[in-house]
């Protein structure tokens, strides 16, 4: 019942977040020439210290950073971790290219691992962007280093198509032997997303483990909303 709460709250601060809708003409879209990191990275501090402060389900050993920001087409994408979550944004890089997206509804991008669904940001602060989440809250990192490993391996993961592994009826098994069906159904040709590495984190020298069934998961409720 309390992990519910937690997830409830998470879910409501990420709203209080990325939904603050603007006004109905036209959207405040950045276009960015250089990375965006530096934007990003004020914003959400900007915003940790005003709407995100003093809620219960801030980490206080995780601070913004934004990071890890790469051309992808004609756009950027990188993440972003917050004291409340890690995440990807996707921000524009070209203006006539753009696809808008409203405010909360859902833009699915094919990216080399398998199609992933972004949700539409419009904030009156970070302008528009679209965020694909992939920890929320971030109460079992120990530390900084943990939560940017985290957030730097699932970028690195979801941009790579692995050669030694695609979809089909044999799909890969966790330590306990249970299939790890793909996000996605099986089709010739795709291939799946490995995520096995084990970051280093934690004062006390433990670490963060990334799992296929984690991830996917957390990518399977995002595509249900």
Not at 164 to 190: C, S, W
Request: aromatic letters at 8%.
């Amino acid at each position: 019942m309390e992990e519910t709460k937690v997830t409830q709250a998470a879910h409501e601060a990420e709203r209080k977040t990325v939904r603050r809708t603007m006004p109905t003409q036209m959207s405040r879209l950045r276009v960015f020439a250089n990375s965006p990191a530096p934007h990003f990275e004020s914003g959400f501090g900007r915003i940790a210290e005003t709407r995100m402060k003093g809620l219960p389900i801030l980490n206080p050993r995780i601070r913004v950073k934004a990071d890890n920001f790469r051309r992808w087409g004609n756009d950027w994408i990188g993440t972003v971790t917050t004291p409340w979550a890690v995440i990807v944004v996707y921000a524009c890089g070209c203006r006539e290219s753009w696809v808008d997206v409203p405010a909360g509804e859902v833009r699915t991008l094919e990216l080399p691992a398998g199609d992933f669904p972004f949700l539409g940001c419009r904030d009156d602060l970070l302008g528009d962007y679209l965020m694909l989440s992939l920890v929320s809250p971030v109460t079992e990192f120990e530390d900084q280093a943990a939560a940017e490993a985290v957030a730097e391996i699932a970028l690195r993961t979801i941009l790579t198509v692995p050669e030694d592994e695609k979809f089909g009826t044999n799909y890969d098994t966790e330590e306990e032997g249970t299939p790890i069906p793909p996000l996605t159904p099986p089709v010739a040709g795709r291939k799946v997303i490995p995520i096995r590495a084990v970051p280093q984190g934690g004062a006390d020298g433990g670490s963060v483990q990334v799992t296929r069934r984690g991830f996917f998961t957390r990518m399977a409720k995002g595509a249900d909303k």
